[in-house]
């Protein structure tokens, strides 16, 4: 059986490093980061849930279905955190999780 052309491609130039040792380093990292990333989705996802529970709330009692002071807290958090590109991402969160019910 003959290996493609993909199939022959080193780790080093599938990370773009220039030794193997390092391509080493950065396939682990990279798996790594691939996990994180399914835990992060999987929390975002849980929190679309917690959040529309919430709105289901706050509608029935009569309420809004978006609370602007608490969004705010939200977002300084964020900001707080991670700094300014902490706000984006808490509003990208913010944005996923209105409006979902």
Known sequence: MTATAAEKTTAAEKTGARTDEAASVITGARERIDSLD?????LIQERMAVSAVIQEARIASGGRRVNLSREMEILDHFREALGK???ALAMTLLELCRGRI
């Open 85 to 87: 590109p902490g706000t």
């Open 38 to 42: 399914d835990r992060i989705i999987g």
